[in-house]
């Protein structure tokens, strides 16, 4: 197996798993804050992955270095990111968020070029501009030319978490860690933090069994394991447009499962932005290895 088709494998894993999280984060935001399934879901990615760490016996070597990466990347995520993330799913409706955070794989793609000095061929481009007027579509309702969102802000803070995501992975790139080790070590960041900004805002509360479900969901699938897969496939990968176009796969499950678990409806323009969006990944996918290109 290539190394591209082992971050294939590993970015595919990591897009099945975060499919199920939309309708995770809507049903833990019905009885608790963002800033307190935050806490939770980190606490638990951070417990998970400290056990795999210490499984594989590379806690010396977590705790020896490679802190003064992990002060920025913890605070960018799961800090910052989070934060914004699930304040714009408790504002707009979890199709609506969902579609428009996943316009961070087209971000990524172009933004890899200036900083990591990769290319993008034509195809990729027009990859990209098609799956993101699937990506569009879904979030307008259909109205690509009229657009008249119910909530400005809620908008606003998921398209910034798509610019944090980005720019979060991309930086990952040219980050030496382990990714284990480094993952454990940004949520070791993260978590106090986090744990204070709790204690000074909504407190410590107890919502019922249901909500302490999801926020552990959460915690091992959203910020666990995808964690772990996505970062080995951006480290794998030759081109980054060629892993971050899997992203486009996850919407279809979102959305069945917004419907069917949350009972969002599922509307015309969404099937029509679907369609779009699998379009624009079959183009990018099916062109040639265009050759070796700068890392």
């Known amino acids: ?160 978490s798509t610019l944090l995501w980005a720019l979060y992975w991309l930086l990952n790139a040219r980050d030496h860690r382990e990714p284990l080790i480094a993952q454990w070590q940004n949520f070791s960041v993260g978590l106090p933090v986090l744990t204070l900004i709790v204690a000074a805002g909504p407190g410590f509360a107890w919502h019922g069994w249901a909500s302490l479900g999801a926020g552990v969901y959460v915690g091992l699938f959203e910020m666990g394991f995808a964690f772990v897969l996505w970062q080995m496939a951006v480290h794998q990968v030759s081109r980054t447009a060629r892993v971050a176009n899997l992203i486009f796969l996850s919407p279809p499950v979102s959305l069945l499962l917004l419907h069917w678990v949350v009972g969002e409806p599922i509307l015309a323009s969404t099937l029509v932005g679907l369609v779009l969006i699998l379009a624009g990944l079959g183009l990018q996918q099916l062109q040639k290895n265009p050759g070796a290109e700068p890392a």
């Not at 707009?92 to 316009?103: D, F, K, V």
């Open 1 to 160: 197996m290539t190394r591209d088709q082992r971050a294939i494998l590993y970015g595919t894993g990591a897009v099945g798993l975060w499919s199920t999280v939309a309708t995770a984060f809507k049903l833990a935001l019905t009885t608790m804050t963002p800033v307190e399934l935050m806490w939770i879901a980190a606490l638990v990615s951070w417990l998970l992955i400290g056990a795999l760490v210490a499984h594989r016996g590379q806690l010396t070597s977590a705790l020896r270095g490679g802190w003064r990466t992990a002060l920025w990347a913890g605070l960018m995520n799961p800090v910052a990111y989070y934060l914004t993330l699930f304040a714009a799913y408790d504002r707009l409706p979890g199709q609506e968020a969902m579609a428009l955070n996943y316009t961070w794989a087209l971000a990524m793609a172009f933004l890899a070029v200036p900083i990591l000095g990769q290319r993008l061929t034509p195809r990729d481009v027009l990859a990209g501009l098609v799956a993101y007027a699937g990506v569009w579509t879904i979030a307008t309702r259909g109205r690509v030319f009229d657009v008249a969102f119910a909530d400005p802000l809620g908008v606003l803070l998921a398209l910034a």
